[in-house]
């Protein structure tokens, strides 16, 4: 775990609220000059802390208003066919988010579709005709809220 600072900290919220943000914005914003900005988020993507920036799409505008969750379980459950079930999900249109989990199932996949027809085409046509998913549950999302900011850990010296 990177160890961050409070001027580190106060970077990545500024980021996170807004990545399009000027570097002389966020320097005001957290009071330090553009330059001391600039060298901390520069350092922070250096170490790995900010990994990139994305870009946040309605996705009803763009024809996809429908959500869902689909729990996948898969046999056998090796490493080989887990890697090629997660490959062959992740580059699909409709999925924006995997996550191979544990418990009963191995994965959940979230999905955004035009319509509950696409939707059902998806499960049948495709999930359940692979020979290596042995069980599928859908759940429509019907808001999807998300958290604009993660603050990170302070280590327990720091608290």
Request: no cysteine; net charge neutral.
């Amino acid at each position: 775990m990177a160890e961050l600072d409070e001027l580190d900290t106060a970077i990545l919220r500024e980021l996170q609220h807004d990545a399009r943000r000027t570097n002389r914005d966020v320097a005001a914003a957290v009071g330090v000059s553009p330059t001391t900005a600039l060298d901390r988020t520069r350092a922070l993507r250096q170490r790995g802390v900010i990994r990139g920036a994305t870009l946040d799409v309605d996705l009803a505008e763009i024809g996809r208003p429908v959500q869902a969750l689909i729990a996948v379980r898969i046999r056998p459950p090796s490493r080989r066919v887990i890697e090629a079930f997660r490959n062959w999900v992740s580059r699909l249109p409709e999925t924006i988010g995997v996550f191979v989990v544990s418990g009963t199932e191995d994965f959940l996949i979230h999905l955004a579709v035009p319509d509950n027809d696409s939707l059902y085409a998806f499960v049948i046509d495709r999930l359940t005709e692979r020979p290596e998913v042995a069980d599928v549950r859908t759940s429509i999302v019907y808001e999807h809220l998300r958290v604009p900011a993660v603050a990170p850990v302070r280590p327990a010296r720091l608290r």
